[in-house]
């Protein structure tokens, strides 16, 4: 290997970015920016769902032109590749049922990624009052079963910190959490601090 050269011993990949030390669409002059763009957001949504803003934003860090990105997130939302009315749904079902997310914090995960308010407000609708208390309450009782023998007080604390961390309100936290310690046979003395 001669001195000097770029790699050092390690071998190049056909299509690595060391091939091509120029960002987006200023590559040299046979390259075509939209053909690169549509390869690297496909590459990001075989890797993971994503929002289109979340797309827009990666194109936009490596410096496409505009109309580029407007024309490549057209055509794969066009072909229902792109779809963030999906992307919500999914996502709120997914971090619900596997996370136990409340539908704030739900819906604050959506805004981060780009999701319009009416998208996020729809998505989480569909999460019923019901729903929420069901997964309040699984968490409550796993929180406090993992602090038995604790005193009363540590174990409210604990349980009300997660709770909390998920986004649950406190008036349902309080609540659940007393009912879940009445039933272990535990006076919670705990009363709403929203009462």
Do not use: C, N
Request: hydrophobic share 30%; no cysteine.
């Amino acid at each position: 290997m001669r001195e000097g050269s770029r790699s050092q011993g390690r071998p190049q990949r056909p299509g690595s970015s060391e091939d091509d030390p120029s960002p987006g669409g200023r590559g040299s002059p046979g390259e075509d920016p939209e053909a690169k763009a549509r390869a690297l957001v496909l590459r990001m949504l075989t890797h993971s769902p994503r929002t289109r803003a979340q797309l827009e934003r990666a194109l936009h860090r490596r410096e496409f032109p505009e109309e580029v990105i407007t024309s490549v997130l057209g055509t794969f939302g066009g072909a229902g590749l792109i779809d963030d009315a999906a992307f919500a749904r999914a996502w709120v079902s997914s971090r619900h049922h596997s996370r136990r997310l409340s539908r704030r914090a739900l819906a604050q995960e959506l805004r981060t990624r780009g999701v319009e308010e009416d998208t996020v407000q729809e998505a989480v609708g569909e999460l019923s009052d019901e729903d929420e208390e069901e997964a309040a309450r699984a968490l409550a009782r796993r929180r406090l079963a993992t602090s038995r023998g604790k005193d009363r007080e540590t174990r409210i604390r604990r349980a009300l910190g997660a709770l909390a961390r998920k986004g649950y309100p406190s008036g349902l936290s309080y609540r659940l959490i007393r009912e879940e310690l009445e039933h272990e046979g535990v006076d919670a003395g705990l009363d709403d601090p929203g009462l």
